[in-house]
Structure formats: C-alpha cells, structure tokens
C-alpha cells in the first residue's frame, strides 16, 4: 500500500489515479513525499529562540536571588564557597528552565528540543564566564609573582646560605572533584526538571 501525494488516503500499489479524491498518480511534476526530517531540522522547528533568550533573564534575576538565599548558608559556616556556587547555578538554572518549559514547550515533543538547546546555552555561558574569570585570576597572579621577584631581585641584601625547599607531590582534593562532577551533573539534571514542570504547569493550570 502507498499513499495519496495529494489527500494522503491509502491506495493499492498498482492504482493510476487515488480512488478518494481522484489525483493522477502518474504524473512526475509533483514532489515525492520525504517525511524524515534531519535532527537540526526537527530541532530548529521546535525552538523558540526569543524563548530561550529570556530564560537568560530570568536565569540572571534567580543568579542574583540565590546569591542572597545561599549567601546566608555560606556567611554562617554551613556550606563552603565551592557548594555556594554550585547551588546558586543549579537554583537559576531550574528557574530559567521553567520559564522555558512554560512559554516554549506547546506539547511533549517540543520539551526535549528546548531543553537541548537551553542546556548548551547554559553550558556555553557557564564554561565562558569560568574561562573569563580564570584567565582573569591567572594573569592577576602572573603580574603579581613578577612583581615579587622583581623586588626580590633588586634588594641589596643576599645570603650566601639558600635553604633547598622540599619538593612534595601536590594532593588531590577528592571533595573538590566530586563537587565539581556534581556540578556539571546536575546543571542537566536541574534545566531537564525545570523545562518538564514549566512544560506541566502550563498544561495543568
């Protein structure tokens, strides 16, 4: 069995014209019909883009309220710095993800088209802001050890007995990696729950 180009109706194999609506099934002018869809194409169809740039809105104004909200945590000794930011991003990030569920998911195939998009959003605005600040910190302390040196250098006092500084082999935090792991774990996690409840809020309300 085949199908109709023009009114989509079953037809037998053999057939020279559609027994519904009576279309030339010999005729080579019309396009053959191709229901597979590429996955950027699919995608691109399902994405609202002026969605996903508010998100980051509403992923900025939760950034700047789960600073306060975690801030308390951290000035009270209940959480280090490195589990502050941890959850300050995964707290914004739910949020956004929300936001983006609700105004971008109008039935359950455009969920996971937005959330894969939000997601490498998120990741790419995430890993630029550490590598920006990292090169900030490193070229900060590059200038200040030339600074020291420089000073070290020029001071007219030398000693003709240099202590050798022991050599160790730097130990490896365990408890910054596991945060680590965690966090690039659960920012997926966090923005997938956030599009699915925006997505079954707006259908549920």
């Known amino acids: 069995m085949k199908h109709c180009p023009n009114c989509g109706c079953e037809i037998s194999g ?10 030339d099934l010999l005729r ?3 396009p053959a019909q191709n229901n597979e869809k590429s996955f950027f194409t699919a995608l691109n169809e399902k994405i609202n883009y002026s969605i ?10 939760f950034l ?3 600073s306060i ?3 308390s945590f951290l000035s009270n000794g209940s959480i280090d710095l490195i589990t502050y930011l941890l959850l300050t991003v995964v707290f914004s990030v739910f949020f956004g993800g929300i936001f983006v569920g609700y105004f971008g998911c109008t039935d359950k195939s455009y969920v996971l088209p937005n959330f894969t998009m939000y997601l490498g959003s998120v990741f790419a605005v995430v890993l630029c802001c550490i590598g920006l600040i990292f090169t900030f910190l490193v070229g900060l302390l590059s200038a200040i050890s030339s600074a020291f040196s420089s000073l070290g250098r020029s001071s007219s006092y030398a000693s003709n007995y240099q202590p050798s500084t022991p050599s160790f082999i730097p130990s490896i935090d365990l408890s910054f990696v596991f945060k680590i792991i965690l966090f690039v774990l659960l920012i997926p996690v966090a923005s997938y729950f956030g599009v699915y409840l925006g997505y079954t809020l707006k259908h549920n309300l």
């Open 64 to 66: 700047f309220a789960g």
């Open 14 to 23: 053999d057939a020279d014209f559609c027994t519904e609506c009576g279309y």
């Open 69 to 71: 909200v975690w801030s």
């Open 28 to 30: 080579k002018d019309y």
């Open 52 to 61: 996903i740039i508010f998100s980051f809105m509403i992923f900025g104004v």
